[in-house]
């Protein structure tokens, strides 16, 4: 049994790929290959060789591969990694001694010469970096404005009915960011609601003025937190699909096959998905007011111990309808922010399965942005004007 | 081999030997791609199963289909390089992850492999950033990173310029006679089957299974089934082939 193990473990010790430097009189030598060259089982260093030879300062080089058991592409990368340092100066290679199928593969490998493409793979000094970067920022904000001018012109081909798209895809993408987000709008504006009333509760109860915790929901929901929260949902939801979708087609040349048949991909695709989310957002606005300040009067008739027509009587009293008109106005733009930032950014993406990861990121991340820098706007806009 | 209640293909039946470039050809549509997809345990088998060295694939434990997938390389239709890595990243990957080479010996195999495709620096490109026939050889360059017992094709020389195509389809021959690897091709392209394969089978799209195999020259001119022989002689028949030929 222990004399089985030995006998194995001499068999693999005799099978490790080695190579020998043999020197000939007067300045030639013979790399001398033994064992078996598979690149799985690790290879020896070319350094040490090359440097050997280049110490010895040979001008003729040779090799011998007789003792080799067994070789794949590994023999190939070493043979001729010494090639291409030794051939640099100016040593007269031999291949004959090498294995026919090392020759003939060396030879596929140098038949196409290497093309000098001057890229290393090494990072830019950091002054390029940002040159670069503002390059790709003032780039990007022709390509938005671009786009913004592009889709207004959709528009007005739509005013004077001549944009080209289908009803049926304007009626899919409508049943898609309309009736199909019920479900997710109903949950966060009714827990936002809810949360809402519990925070309210707590420091309304001190002055004994829980009633007010209806007054607090309505407002917040109908004025601000119903529309922005819709929002945000839709660009997470919609806006990162509309990204993805576009570019995809974008990857598969499918806009590539619109723009060539005459149709213009603003109008056919950009156009219906737009008219869609405007008309959408501010009814799921709506929508996500009432669920919202029925969260909220779960809180308030469920633990404040109100009355149902108190709360809703109060929560009558304290919404006015201007609160009401400033939260769909608000909706309606964000519709137009989270669809231009959707589409812009699935119409300009690359064309490779990263490129279109990064377009739906970047579809939520700059409506995100845009909603909330309007919303501030809107809030300014909204303090002066004295609503 | 079925999608779902819809028979591609039945009744296949035949046999690859070691070291020999094997040819799956047929028509468009014929099932060529998804007998591949079945031979590199990609898609289940509706009824039957693949046979590596005595070793059934299909009925192996996923131990041992891990274990039968290392000794593939396959290269796929339209590259499928993976597009958040360089070509080097791409090919160097399946080196990085099974062996224990390091990083500089493995940098040196991929070049070594990009320039067996003629690929030859552009180790620092992004597949978006190379054209469709290039990304392809990359897929080819890819899947010969390990230097797998065989090496897989789907559709190698579609969308290649001739002379590219003339290059892969010697370096299907070199790798084989070289490194002794097995290769099966899926091909429409004739010159590249005449030029390539030492046997074949023939996929009939109308009757659903496989109609012919054989070395496709004995084929073109002796094969019983006229379907395999027009195929073979680009849609002329018989007589058309013979007037030429006198």
């Keep these: 049994m222990h004399t089985a193990v030995d006998v194995n473990v001499a068999l693999v010790a005799a099978a490790d790929p080695t190579v020998a430097v043999r020197h000939l009189e007067p300045d030639g030598a013979v790399l001398e290959f033994a064992g078996a060259w598979h690149s799985q089982h690790g290879l020896p260093e070319p350094a040490s060789t090359v440097a050997e030879l280049r110490e010895a300062g040979i001008r003729h080089l040779a090799f011998d591969a007789r003792r080799v058991t067994a070789w794949d592409s590994g023999l190939v990368t070493f043979v001729l990694q010494v090639l291409g340092e030794v051939t640099a100066e100016a040593v007269a290679a031999d291949r004959a001694g090498l294995p026919d199928g090392v020759r003939r593969l060396i030879a596929m490998a140098e038949a196409v010469p290497e093309r000098q493409t001057g890229r290393t793979g090494a990072v830019p000094p950091w002054l390029a970096r940002i040159g670069n970067r503002a390059i790709a920022t003032a780039t990007a904000i022709t390509v938005g404005l671009d786009f913004l001018g592009e889709s207004l012109v959709a528009l007005g081909a739509l005013v004077r009915g001549r944009a080209r798209f289908r009803v049926s895809d304007l009626l899919l993408v409508i049943q898609e960011c309309g009736p199909r987000a019920l479900g997710i709008v109903s949950l966060i504006s009714f827990l936002i609601g809810l949360i809402l009333a519990f925070v309210g509760a707590v420091q309304l109860a001190q002055f004994g003025a829980s009633i007010f915790v209806a007054n607090l929901v309505a407002i917040a929901m109908t004025r601000e937190i119903g529309g922005i929260m819709t929002a945000i949902v839709m660009s997470g939801r919609t806006g990162a699909a509309f990204a993805a979708q576009l570019g995809t087609m974008n990857t598969n040349q499918e806009i590539d096959a619109l723009a060539t048949m005459g149709i213009s991909p603003m109008e056919f695709l950009v156009l219906p998905r737009m008219l869609a989310l405007i008309a959408m957002m501010p009814l799921l606005t709506v929508y996500a007011d009432l669920v919202g300040i029925l969260g909220g009067a779960v809180v308030g008739i469920g633990m404040l111990g109100l009355s149902p027509t108190e709360y809703f009587e109060q929560t009558r009293a304290a919404v006015k309808v201007s609160d009401f008109l400033i939260g769909i106005t608000k909706s309606s733009v964000f519709g137009v922010i989270v669809a231009l930032a959707g589409c812009l950014r699935g119409m300009q993406s690359g064309r490779s399965a990263a490129a279109v990861g990064l377009a739906a990121t970047s579809a939520v991340v700059t409506a995100i942005v845009w909603l909330i820098v309007l919303d501030g706007v809107f809030a300014v806009i909204l303090n002066v004007l004295g609503f | ?246």
């Design chain 2, 1 to 246: 081999m079925a999608y779902g209640s819809f028979v591609i293909q039945h009744d296949l039946d035949f046999v690859v030997e070691r070291g020999e470039v094997f040819v799956i050809m047929g028509g468009s549509g014929s099932g060529k791609s998804t007998l591949l997809n079945h031979m590199v345990g990609l898609k289940t088998p509706a009824r039957g199963d693949v046979v590596y060295d005595g070793e059934s694939f299909w009925r192996a434990t996923s131990e041992s289909q891990e274990r039968l997938r290392r000794h593939f390389g396959v290269s796929f239709q339209s590259g499928a390089l993976w597009s958040s890595m360089t070509l080097a990243e791409n090919v160097g990957l399946p080196l990085q992850t099974f062996t224990q080479l390091p990083s500089r010996q493995i940098r040196e195999i991929v070049s070594l492999k990009l320039a067996l495709v003629g690929l030859a620096g552009y180790e620092e490109f992004y597949p978006s950033e190379v054209s469709g026939g290039m990304l392809k050889r990359a897929g080819v360059a890819r899947a010969m990173a390990l230097d797998p017992d065989i090496l897989f094709f789907d559709e190698p020389s579609a969308g290649l310029d001739p002379i590219s195509s003339r290059r892969l389809d010697d370096l299907i021959l070199e790798l084989r006679d070289s490194l002794g690897a097995t290769m099966v091709v899926v091909t429409h392209e004739l010159p590249s089957i005449f030029a390539i394969a030492d046997n074949a089978v023939f996929l009939d799209g109308e009757t659903r299974t496989m109609i012919a195999v054989g070395n496709p020259k004995t084929l073109r001119d002796e094969c019983p089934n006229p379907v395999v022989r027009t195929f073979l002689r680009r849609g002329e028949t018989d007589s058309a082939a013979r007037g030429m030929t006198s």
